[in-house]
């Protein structure tokens, strides 16, 4: 008889029957060409296992496959064959059996969620036909295949998971914010069948309701910051709490206070020290840290509050930018919970203290020469490169040949360079710092008065960064008659 025989899946309803010629043709090893074979092949269905035999059409002697057609899933069948030569038909072959199964459909309910911070979370259930045509029969499945990629097609993967046997994982170290797609198929005897594919961005848990509120707007300003959130993960004793600040504020001098949350339990605040500040965080920044020192375990959707006192302000007004808050593990390498885009509230200016504006004649038409004077604030110096605009007052003739002069309180000269734009004399310090609280003089030369009685208007007084930021200023000081 016929020997080797072998059967595998084509399409959705036949066998390929492959097998080896006898051994023995009836006149020795292979030495009587061969008619034909005939296949028989037994079918059992259903649950009452019920059987039936076809003979199936004979093929020629020379071919070693054949395809049997009329399959129908999860029916077993058992094929033999036996090769007929001019003597006749000879004995069957050993059967051979194999149920029929096509591939299995996609995983039902494929589901993927953010877990903790850049891990997601895959869950699925067994598919609707895993090859047989009855509905999950999750005997069928050997195990699950699951990859990760970066990319719809999956030509960049970045996680391959070939044998899952379970209908759930976690996977973790993902990339921020970089959209990833996750598949899975059941693997059968047939092999992997259909995918299931779903969409996430890798993120971190948010934390909820979070604020930031200074205790004083004005550039310069010392004192206490108010930082409060809820957490979406669970705070552990020894956990730490990162604090990423704008450019511009001063955080040496920090010190941490746990009030109104006494729950919070003892800590401690660090400035730029050389600890991990979480994901896509440089350690560089101006970065805070708050180190709990084996307080109460905080659930997920603790409410914290603290306060960070002795924080200087941002020396110039404006928006300086966000604040990032992240919670870590006590190594710093694994960050909890994070709010990367927090509003840093808006930074006004001083007022600039002790003005005096007065002028060398009041005489209407006449030249004269305007003196001013004022205190920088308690607050903020000013800055090596920062520059004092002085806008004169509307009725205030700046005339082509004007002279501007500015000292510092002990009269010294402020190393500047001036210039004039419309009705602004600007001043800027190529010098030393001037320090805070220090009186600054400005003598304007080469101005006339006015044709006609009444006030000059009012004088502006503005201390900037280099960029044009505000740092101090007055505005609308009323001049002389």
Known sequence: PPSNLSLVVVGLSAFNLTLEPPAETGLGNNTWPLAEYQTVVGEVCGADGKSSETLVSSFPQSGRSLLVPGMRKGCTYTLRVRARNEAGWGNFSSAVSRM????????????VSNGVALEILLSWETPLDAGDGRIRTESLV??????????????????????????SMAVQGLEYGVGTFCRVAAVTVEGSGVFSVRFVIPSFPNLL???????????????????SFKTSSKLGPRDVISITFPIGFGTSDAIFDSRPTSSFGPARAESQVPFPCGYNCNTSSLNVFVFREDGPILDKGSFVSFQLLQVVNSGWAGNP????IRTLTPE????????????????????????????????TGESTTAIVSFSLSERNPFPNEGIITVALPEYLILLPNFQAVIRASDFSSISTQ?????????????????????????VISGLRNRNTQGNTGPLSIRILSLKGAVIDQLLDFEGPL
């Open 142 to 167: 050997l195990h699950y295949f699951v990859e990760i990629a970066t990319d719809q097609q999956f030509k960049n993967v970045v996680r391959s998971y070939g044998i899952v046997n379970s209908k």
């Open 100 to 111: 029929f199964l096509v591939k299995s459909t996609a995983p039902l309910g494929f589901n």
């Open 321 to 324: 930018g966000i604040f990032q």
């Open 209 to 227: 309701q979070t604020s930031v509120f200074l205790g004083s707007n004005l550039t310069g300003a010392k004192g206490p910051i108010f930082i």
């Open 418 to 442: 001036n210039f004039a734009t419309g009705r602004n004399i600007s001043f800027q310090n190529q010098g030393n710092e001037v320090a805070k609280g220090s009186l600054i003089r400005v």
């Open 332 to 363: 710093g390498n694994v960050t909890i919970d994070a709010d990367l885009s927090i509003p840093c509230p808006v930074i006004v200016p001083g007022l600039l203290l002790d003005t005096n504006f007065s002028l060398a004649s009041y005489v």
